[in-house]
Nanobody
Framework: QVHVVESGGGSAQAGESLKLFCEAS????????MGWYRQAPGKQREAVAT???????RYAISLKGRFEITRNNALKTIYLQMNNLQPDDTAVYYC??????????WGQGIQVTVSA
């Protein structure tokens, strides 16, 4: 079984930066894809960015350039650097871990609040 735990986040003003962390633990496969998703109040959950253990990344088109996803394989941790935050970035951010042949694992989510 795999667990993922998010940390970081919190509050920021428009234009500031925040960094999110997500650590996977347990029976983590050598090959995986992990990613960040977010859900704003009254909206559906949307993908922000994903990264594989090989370093292959994918971004939501609207966020590429402001957000950067990176990883540390040895620590089984991914990061989301969020720059030039805007009020529309306010959401609960979730980390997801997935590997072939297993159901995905979601974290509890972490709040990011951006004020104007």
């Amino acid at each position: 079984q795999v667990h993922v735990v998010e940390s970081g986040g919190g509050s920021a003003q428009a234009g500031e930066s925040l960094k999110l962390f997500c650590e996977a633990s347990g029976r983590v496969s050598p090959t995986w894809t992990m990613g960040w998703y977010r859900q704003a109040p009254g909206k559906q959950r949307e993908a922000v960015a994903t990264i594989s253990n090989y370093g292959i990344t994918r971004y939501a088109i609207s966020l590429k350039g402001r957000f950067e996803i990176t990883r540390n394989n040895a620590l089984k941790t991914i990061y989301l650097q969020m720059n030039n935050l805007q009020p529309d970035d306010t959401a609960v951010y979730y980390c997801k871990y997935e590997t072939s042949g297993s159901s995905p694992t979601w974290g509890q989510g972490i709040q990011v609040t951006v004020s104007a």
